[in-house]
């Protein structure tokens, strides 16, 4: 399904030098210094999937809690949890839980959706294309021309660094939008919040892959 991979794909990272627009780059670097010195990230959002080949649209809702490496990715099909060495990926529909290690190599935004604060410092070519009173456009280009990704486009809002919407725009047609319902920086959570607890899943078939 075209909107499970994005997810599994949008925040993946090239080691690559980047050129970087001076304005962007602040306006980028206050926006993760934010998200990092706060408790946690909590995020609501509508994710829609345009595919220009097929005049389609489909759309998904879902929330992220993050807190460094550790996270709770909630989607319609399945739940995700990480404590930063292990990671839990439970489908509810068949009651089913896989665990795996957590691996640094892994570049996507399932695997670290903290990602989405350090995205812009490698790998791409930032520029800020727009302002206005209320938020900042920018955009990101990969350095590596083989790329299908296009580009990336963040809107950041003017009066709280918060993050409105993302914009991901493939070679092949496909443009995927991050809208961001609510965006707050105050929770604060326990670890065991980023821990699946077997207790509270009777019964459920653990698939361990570690």
């Known amino acids: 399904m075209r909107i499970t991979a994005f997810i599994s794909f949008f925040f993946f990272c090239a080691v690559l030098s980047a050129q970087q627009d001076p304005a962007a780059m602040k306006v980028l670097s206050d ?5 990092k010195e706060a408790p946690s990230v909590s995020i609501v959002f509508r994710l829609a999937t345009y595919d220009a080949r097929e005049n ?5 809702k879902g929330s992220v809690i993050i807190s460094g490496d550790m996270y709770k990715l909630i989607l319609p099909t399945n739940t995700v949890w990480s404590d ?3 990671s839990w990926s439970y489908l509810d529909d068949v009651d089913e839980v896989t665990i795996n290690n957590y691996n640094p190599d892994d570049q996507s935004f399932t695997s670290r959706p903290s990602l989405l ?6 790998g791409y070519k ?13 955009d990101l280009y990969p350095e590596e021309l083989s790329n299908n990704m296009v580009r990336i486009r ?10 409105k919407s993302a914009e991901y725009k493939t070679k092949d047609g496909i443009l995927v939008t991050l809208y961001v319902d609510k965006y707050d920086l ?3 959570h326990n670890k065991d919040f980023f821990v699946f607890d077997l207790s509270e899943h009777k019964g459920v078939e653990v ?3 570690r």
Do not use: P, Q
């Open 56 to 60: 389609s649209t489909d759309t998904i």
């Open 117 to 122: 604060y350090s995205l812009y410092k490698e």
């Open 84 to 86: 930063g060495k292990t």
């Open 31 to 35: 926006f993760s210094m934010k998200a």
């Open 126 to 138: 930032v520029r800020l294309i727009d302002e206005t009173s209320k938020y900042w456009l920018i």
């Open 154 to 163: 963040l809107k950041i809002g003017k009066n709280d660094h918060s993050l």
């Open 207 to 209: 698939v361990d892959m």
């Open 186 to 188: 105050t929770t604060r």
